[in-house]
């Protein structure tokens, strides 16, 4: 049974997020000083690798749940005050402390909206996780395509029209999902988008793994909870500052009920909870609450500044707002800075190694033309400065010197065909063939480069010529290709190719 816990209402004021409940019950158990008879095995002594590794006092928070630390799965003690704290700070009716990253989270609220067989309209630059939750809850896809920037070449956000077109044509639809803002930034026409879902009796669902931040200046895109999404699940590690694994679901009451969503959660969350990353959300949400503001004012005004910087180096430039304005973008979450390189003459892989080993610079990811470096609570104006300094350098060392690199966008930024559903694909009988092989078959499994872990292709999909060509050029580019095979040069289609 789920017991009654503590009314948001009950916790109202600003003052009230300088607490941070789970970590002082956790930081008080570990200073107690316990025998213990319980997991985890290390019993928090006699372990002197992982103390000198770690430090001892973590040691001792590595807690499995007891009285005093209450329990993730029925939270009902400090979990449960933490847990209101992060909905307050978010404007959700409640919130849940996840410990296995987003990609849990993305496909809860896809559980908890579609039954087998229901349909969710969804943009196809999905992450991973969210055609894995196709697969596991039998939902039926309406994929809806993102806008593409070819001078970029990368995928944005969803025209409030084309999510309005696949609204009307499948007013049986449960659910629509929401990716805000994207890898790169772009943030689609979200309030729009829920009214309208809503006046049509769907859930509102909404990958927020890369905006954490987003309720704590007013400067950057709205937040799902601030347009009365149903659900949204945010990576507090990201950008947010938490422990690697820390995020956690966010959710308005209504169309569903907590214990639904309680329901849920339980039949997937391990029941071993790692405090350690949850007393580090726990921290992150106290941070961004009360002194979340006053850092982005600052972070923002140097990004800005670094931006116009980067825009004024030779054969660099950087994605603003404006050049994606009307591209199905409605904001643009400025701590995301994407800088065009191809105009060094190198890719953006290049770059991405470059900066690594002769800058120490570690982006966040590169693609065919751009490198993705990721600005958050952990940044500040000297580590901007640097960033700065290392393009300029790799400006100055480049620029002029080999002509512009250029390939054609079709294969990179294909349109996907669907031919079944990914369950169906999932569970229908396999061969590996060589990718050469492969053209015209339908995919067996998801095949991504990985960051971003955007699918190149999923299964049930058709692998045509453009996906093949793809595929090869991401390879010879050394971007970082993942699927169920260990060969990189083989892929799983479906035996049968015909449906
Ligand atoms: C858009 C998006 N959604 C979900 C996820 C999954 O998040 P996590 O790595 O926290 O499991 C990612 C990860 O990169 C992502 O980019």
């Known amino acids: ?187 689609s026409d979200l309030r729009a988008i829920t009214t309208y879902a809503h006046e049509h009796n769907m859930d509102v669902l909404v990958d927020e793994a890369h905006g954490a931040h987003l309720p704590f200046h007013p400067d950057f895109p709205v937040s799902a909870m601030e347009v009365g999404a149903d659900f949204s699940t945010i990576s507090l590690h990201k950008t947010g500052g938490a422990f ?50 006053a850092l982005f004012e600052n972070l923002l005004r140097s990004v800005r500044a670094l931006k116009e910087e980067i825009n004024a180096m030779p054969g660099l430039s950087v994605l603003t707002e404006d ?45 065919t033309y751009v490198v993705l470096f990721i600005v958050s609570v952990g940044d500040d104006e000297s580590t901007l400065n640097s960033l700065e300094k290392a393009l300029c350098a790799l400006s100055h060392r480049f620029y002029g010197k080999k002509e512009r690199f250029s390939v054609s966008m079709q294969g990179v930024l294909h349109k996907p065909k669907a031919v079944i ?15 050469s092989q492969a053209v015209d078959e339908i995919c067996g499994e998801s095949v991504m480069i990985y960051p971003p872990g955007i699918p190149l292709a999923i299964p049930g999909e058709k692998l045509t010529r453009e996906v093949i060509d793809s595929y090869n050029f991401y390879r010879e580019q050394g971007g970082l290709l993942v699927s169920d095979e260990d060969q990189t040069d083989t892929i799983k289609i479906l035996e049968q190719s015909k449906f």
């Open 421 to 435: 559903t990914p369950r169906e694909a999932f569970y229908a009988e396999k061969k590996t063939v060589a990718i």
């Open 244 to 293: 690697t694994q820390s995020s956690a679901l966010l959710m308005h009451v209504g169309r569903h009920t907590r214990a639904q969503m309680h329901t849920v959660i339980n039949l997937f969350e391990t029941t071993s909870a790692s405090y350690l990353l949850m007393a580090s959300a726990d921290i992150a949400r106290r941070n961004l609450a009360v002194k979340g503001q």
């Open 1 to 187: 049974m789920i017991k009654p816990h503590i009314s948001a209402a009950a916790i109202q004021t600003d003052a009230e997020q300088n607490a941070a409940p789970l970590l002082h019950a956790l930081l008080r158990y570990a200073d107690r000083n316990m025998l213990h008879f319980d997991v985890p095995g290390h019993k928090k002594r006699n372990n002197p690798e992982l103390a000198a590794v770690f430090g001892e006092r973590t040691l001792r928070m590595d807690a499995n749940s007891t009285p005093e630390l209450d329990m993730l799965g029925n939270p009902i003690g400090v979990i449960a005050e933490a847990e209101h704290l992060l909905a307050e700070a978010y404007g959700a009716d409640e919130a849940f402390f996840l410990v296995n990253g987003s990609t849990c989270g993305v496909q809860y609220m896809i559980f908890a909206s579609c039954h087998p067989g229901d349909k969710i309209i969804i943009p196809r630059n999905v992450h991973k996780s969210a055609v894995n939750a196709l697969i596991l809850t039998g939902a039926h896809p309406v994929f809806v395509e993102p806008e593409v920037d070819e001078q970029y070449g990368i995928l944005n956000g969803v025209r409030f029209e084309n999510m309005r077109r696949a609204i009307d044509q499948n007013p049986d639809a449960k659910a629509v999902f929401v990716i805000n803002p994207t890898y790169f930034g772009a943030s």
């Open 323 to 367: 050049d994606i304005d009307g591209e199905g973008v409605c904001g643009y979450d400025e701590t995301k800075i994407v800088v065009r390189v191809n105009e060094l003459g190198l890719t953006g892989f290049e770059v991405y190694d470059i900066l690594r080993k002769d800058y120490h610079i570690q982006p966040e990811l590169s693609e």
